[in-house]
């Protein structure tokens, strides 16, 4: 099955994927126990060319294989951003050697399934198969990612697409708030960007465009070919080395360094009075993945949790939060998030509300999070590190989220960090931990607040 190439959920909700742990903070801490896992190895072998080999055999009779490249809306300026997205969709049109048609069939005829996404710092190829059809398999994502052919005739219909996912996605009020909310933390930097990019970019953008992206950030020291499931790491290797050994330029030095992205407590409302319920999000600047600080916010990430009007459980609901919006009737539903990158993060919060309860709402929130550096409790970090090791670990259940936590981790940290070790950094927090870090980035801090709101709810924010 061929999947249409879309924009990724930029996952801002619920728990992200393991942090780095490296960092003075926690170099005195104890190191993760040396026991025997029944855990398959992850095995990592570089290139010549700087293209790193990832791989993690777990014996099944399918297999995850894709291409994560250091290289996203974040490595563009305004009068080209979009085309990292724009180019992901290009990739299934054809090659120099596969017609878009062609390519189908391939596809179908393994019974395997294709796709693409696009995130902020990231670019991903990739394929599910048979293990038998690895070969195949990595033979065609070599194939899109060296040869595609890029026909004006393809980036004109393909243009037309993108501007209806456009639409489609202004429909999704969660993106949308997202949207605003790093347009107005990150002002006037590639972060409060949009991964898609204006419509007038869209409509602009041509093929020197996508072959310049190409050739300035497709290279090999910024790829990992990842692959999880029945996977043997010798035979990936000579399938990498054959296909792209020798076609991956090693030089970088002529790669725009990652911009940086400043933080600016601010706010935008966006005013739709057609709307019955208030749509908000409110966050405070994180840390990047590889910052010491990361896990200990992921754990107060944790503590906040998620609640909407489906749940049961009332007053006894584990998390404070969601007792108190439960009991007040303060608003539909919330999520906590932690959303990390390179250098820098998003934690806060998203809600939906009715325009009356806006300001109660807000102020229930804010409160809770001074309890986070004052006066949370050891049994309750102690649960909500549990819960976050579990959330963790479920995540990881089939070859395509493992093969995909594999290729994150090796971009984000040039290593797979191990189960053992992640558990061990999770359990060195404690309710002093978690108080001291969260003073440290919510106490005293002008957050970023993204609204889509009606006319009653402006007042309401701006009085509050």
């Known amino acids: 099955m061929l999947i249409r190439p879309q924009k990724v959920p930029m996952k801002p909700l619920g728990i992200l994927k393991p942090p780095h742990f490296g960092g003075s903070r926690w170099r005195s801490t104890q190191a993760a126990p040396q026991v025997v896992l029944n855990v398959p190895e992850t095995r990592v072998t570089r290139l010549e060319n700087g293209l790193r080999v990832a791989s993690e055999d777990s014996g099944l009779s399918t297999c995850t294989v894709g291409l994560w490249i250091d290289a996203g809306s974040r490595y563009e300026n305004e009068k080209n951003n979009g085309t990292?997205?724009?180019?992901?969709?290009?990739?299934?049109?054809?090659?120099?050697?596969?017609?878009?048609?062609?390519?189908?069939?391939e596809i179908e005829n393994m019974g395997a399934h294709l796709n693409a996404y696009t995130s902020r710092e990231q670019t991903v190829y990739y394929a599910k198969a048979f293990s038998k059809d690895l070969p195949r398999a990595v033979e065609i994502l070599a194939d899109i990612i060296q040869n595609s052919t890029l026909g004006e005739a393809e980036i004109e219909r393909e243009r037309g697409v993108i501007l209806r996912e456009m639409q489609e996605v202004e429909t999704n009020l969660q993106e949308v708030v997202f949207d605003y909310l790093h347009a107005t933390a990150y002002q006037n930097t590639a972060l409060g960007r949009t991964i898609l990019g204006p419509t007038e970019n869209i409509k602009s953008i041509n093929r020197k465009d996508l072959v310049d992206y190409i050739t300035t950030h497709y290279k090999g020291p910024r790829i990992v070919l990842a692959a999880a499931?029945?996977?043997?790491?010798?035979?990936?290797?000579?399938?990498?080395?054959?296909?792209?050994?020798?076609?991956?330029?090693?030089?970088?030095?002529?790669?725009?360094?990652?911009?940086?992205?400043?933080?600016?407590?601010?706010?935008?409302?966006?005013?739709?009075?057609?709307?019955?319920?208030?749509?908000?999000?409110?966050?405070?600047?994180?840390?990047?993945?590889?910052?010491?600080?990361?896990?200990?916010?992921?754990?107060?990430?944790?503590?906040?949790?998620?609640?909407?009007?489906?749940?049961?459980?009332?007053?006894?609901?584990?998390?404070?939060?969601?007792?108190?919006?439960?009991?007040?009737?303060?608003?539909?539903?919330?999520?906590?998030?932690?959303?990390?990158?390179?250098?820098?993060?998003?934690?806060?919060?998203?809600?939906?509300?009715?325009?009356?309860?806006?300001?109660?709402?807000?102020?229930?929130?804010?409160?809770?999070?001074?309890?986070l550096c004052t006066s949370v409790t050891e049994s309750e970090v102690a649960r909500a590190k549990n819960l976050l090791k579990t959330n963790m670990l479920l995540q990881l259940d089939g070859s395509t989220p493992i093969c995909e936590d594999i290729g994150r981790q090796m971009l984000c940290y040039n290593r797979r960090i191990p189960i053992p070790e992640l558990e061990a950094r999770i359990d060195a927090v404690n309710a002093e931990t978690v108080r001291e870090v969260c003073t440290r980035y919510i106490y005293d801090k002008s957050p970023a607040i993204a609204a889509v709101v009606v006319i009653a709810v402006f007042s309401i924010c701006r009085s509050h």
């Open 84 to 105: 990292a997205h724009f180019l992901e969709h290009m990739a299934f049109k054809g090659t120099k050697k596969r017609s878009q048609l062609d390519l189908e069939l």
């Open 229 to 371: 499931g029945g996977v043997s790491h010798d035979e990936l290797l000579e399938l990498a080395k054959f296909h792209f050994g020798d076609s991956l330029c090693t030089h970088t030095g002529d790669v725009p360094a990652l911009p940086p992205c400043k933080f600016t407590g601010s706010e935008i409302r966006v005013r739709d009075d057609k709307m019955p319920l208030a749509h908000l999000a409110i966050a405070v600047e994180a840390v990047g993945w590889a910052h010491p600080d990361t896990i200990c916010l992921m754990v107060a990430n944790t503590l906040i949790g998620n609640w909407d009007r489906s749940f049961g459980g009332g007053m006894n609901l584990s998390s404070k939060l969601a007792q108190l919006t439960c009991h007040g009737n303060l608003c539909h539903s919330f999520q906590s998030f932690n959303t990390s990158y390179t250098d820098t993060g998003l934690w806060g919060l998203y809600t939906v509300c009715e325009p009356g309860t806006v300001a109660d709402m807000l102020h229930v929130v804010q409160k809770e999070w001074m309890r």
